[in-house]
């Protein structure tokens, strides 16, 4: 039945595989070292011990490589992708073509140094991760295997399409603006903590504690300067991380998927098949906004855990240059992002007010434990009805030819672009004081990372929409 | 206007959430015992009781009373909140699988929770007579099944 022999993996794939386990053992390992060192200080008889532990490692990591090239192989016949894999514990997997969805490519550093690539056998259900991994192929195997997937299943595996697929690249320019406007809180936050992480650890016994005393900074003038020397720190961590991350991003149509390549150090390529976006997101960030700059977000059924820079359509664009893009590559969802509904202007002052009585309430009770810094903490109620103001000037809603538009803030902007016949769920709902102003709020569910929401629309307008959502004019086709 | 859906939890589903209250009102009480000792003075007792009041008095009652659901065909649609009232639909074409769950308490009173499962997240419709929560999952299941195949 097999019509193609068993093709073994490339041999560099012993190097991926031993780096791989090698990686998996490294906190084990870092473990090991630290308590050696911990037990008798650093010395020449630890040091050894830690040299022989990591020898240790890297001859089993080896031998793990070796084994598990020798026992790899894969093929393909009538019966689909055939891998089979494992010395002590045999393991097979077979992925019927008729479930393939495609051959990605990826080339992390060690594939790059021995010029082969990483074959992922993405299937419907699988995340961004492929069902079937071949950690290392040859250019020709990679053409064999898809020559071997295409004579079966034509509509795959196409490496030379007739007519040039709409494809966008980030220049190296916006690459860098990119960069520097990213200002992600989440790379700031742990940064943080691993910054004041190490300065504890770094002075565990009493001369340190000594040391340290000296260190930390004996007025609130050095305490800010460190803080701020911290943040400084952490975006230029930020900075570096989205450089990597989004160094030589592009993204092309191809026929029903979306072909993503980015990274510096890994380079990843991502097929999105068209049908599993349920949704697109227009983020603009609080250092993006004020220069008219956006980020463009897929919301993606299946690739939620995946870290946000995997779902990210294209990391900057002019903000009146969404539409024309997204026409171009994913013209099922393109919309505009501008011109939304508002709430009613009376809804503003709710808008505002629950923020600056909290923030007058916060900034209060700060007064009162610390009253050395009063009155500077009750500048927070004018910044948080400040922050009320702009998320009132940000919410607006369109429902236009069964595609839903809308836009709110929480810091950044964010505006969803939804067909409405994709929404995974939508509701209205109603505090007691909006049901005595005649107001309400609507909510959607596009994919477990994200919904939107508008509050505090006219109670009328507010359950036109939510029942025009319940018949959504079926413009696009559905999809599970 | 849809019609609001109409069919109510199950009544001792009141008692599952006055017993859940109950359990709250614990760390209330121990927090009140040790204001107590530290400040002295005997309103701190009032903190227990005032938890008390409202999540096992109030908030039971009230949430039974305003929940409502209704499964038909293309859709299931549910009404539910102690202060802020929601209306969410869920479209039957959306359900990827359903199943019900059963928690110490609710096996105490015969109740049953059904888990709707969407690309979304879970919805749950609480609280069912263990009977009734089986028909509506296997109707929900056969209905989500058949809107696939549309």
């Known amino acids: ?480 | 206007m849809t019609p609001e859906p109409s069919r109510r939890l199950a009544p001792s589903a009141r008692w599952l959430w006055r017993a859940q209250g109950l359990i709250a009102t614990i760390p209330a009480v121990v927090a009140a015992g040790a204001l107590r000792s530290q400040q002295g003075g005997a309103w701190w007792v009032l903190l227990p009781v005032a938890v008390l009041v409202v999540g096992v008095v109030l908030v039971p009652e009230l949430r039974w009373r305003r929940w409502r659901y209704e499964v038909r065909d293309a859709e299931i649609d549910l009404l539910h909140g102690t202060a802020r009232i929601t209306r969410t639909l869920v479209p039957m074409l959306r359900v990827q699988h359903v199943d019900t769950t059963r928690g110490p308490l609710e096996q105490l009173l015969g109740l049953a929770t059904v888990v709707i499962h969407t690309a979304a997240g879970t919805t749950t419709i609480p609280a069912l007579e263990t009977a009734e929560a089986a028909k509506l999952r296997d109707r929900i299941a056969a209905l989500a099944r058949t809107a696939d195949e549309l």
């Open chain 1, 1 to 480: 039945m097999s019509s193609e022999p068993a093709a073994k993996l490339h041999p560099a794939a012993i190097a991926v595989l031993a780096l791989s386990a090698l990686r998996e053992a490294a906190l084990p390992i870092v473990v090991l070292l630290a308590a050696a060192v911990a037990g008798s200080g650093l010395d020449m008889a630890a040091l050894r011990r830690g040299l022989l532990y990591l020898a240790i490692g890297v001859v089993a990591a080896s031998l793990m490589g070796v084994v598990r090239w020798i026992t790899t192989s894969y093929s393909v016949d009538e019966g689909g992708v055939h891998w089979r894999t494992g010395f002590l514990r045999r393991k097979e997997t077979a992925v019927p073509l008729s479930r393939v969805q495609g051959l990605d490519t990826v080339a992390g550093p060690v594939q790059r140094l021995f010029g082969v690539v990483a074959v992922h056998v993405q299937t419907a259900g699988g995340g961004a991760k492929g069902e079937i991994v071949l950690e290392a192929v040859g250019p020709e195997a990679v053409e064999r295997l898809r020559e071997a997937v295409r004579a079966r299943r034509p509509e795959i595996a196409q490496t030379a399409p007739a007519v040039a697929p709409p494809e966008r690249r980030l220049s190296r320019r916006d690459g860098l603006i990119a960069a520097l406007t990213a200002g992600q809180l989440g790379v700031i936050l742990p940064a943080l903590a691993g910054a004041t992480q190490l300065l504890s650890q770094g002075f565990g016994d009493e001369r340190g504690v000594e040391d340290a005393t000296r260190l930390l900074p004996d007025s609130a003038v050095g305490w800010e300067l460190a803080l701020a020397g911290l943040l400084v720190v952490a975006w230029a961590l930020s900075v570096a991380g989205s450089l990597i991350a989004f160094a030589g991003f592009a993204v092309t149509r191809d026929g029903e998927r979306l072909r993503i390549r980015r990274g510096l150090l890994q380079r990843s390529e991502v097929a999105v098949p068209v049908r599993r976006i349920h949704g697109v997101r227009v983020v603009e960030g609080l250092l993006r906004r004020p220069f008219g700059l956006a980020a463009v977000r897929v919301e993606v059924a299946g690739y939620a855990a995946e870290a946000a820079a995997a779902r990210t359509l294209f990391p900057l664009l002019r903000r009146g240059d969404v539409e024309p893009f997204l026409a171009e590559l994913l013209p099922e969802l393109a919309d505009d992002p501008g011109n939304l509904t508002p709430p009613p202007p009376r809804a503003a002052r709710r808008y505002v007010a629950p923020r600056a009585v909290a923030g007058a309430i916060v900034g209060g009770v700060a007064c009162l434990v610390f009253p050395g810094i009063a009155p500077w903490p009750l500048l927070l109620a004018p910044l948080a009805a400040l922050d009320g103001w702009l998320d009132y000037r940000a919410a607006g809603w369109r429902l236009r030819d069964g595609r839903l538009a809308m836009s709110s803030r929480t810091l950044a902007w964010s505006t969803l672009l939804a067909p409405a016949a994709r929404l995974q769920e939508h509701a209205i709902a109603q505090t007691p004081l909006q049901r005595r102003a005649g107001l309400a709020d609507v909510e959607v569910a596009v994919g477990k990372a994200g919904g939107a929401s508008v509050r505090h629309l006219e109670a009328d307008v507010a359950g036109e929409l939510w029942e025009r959502l319940r018949q959504p004019r079926r413009t696009s086709t559905a999809a599970g």
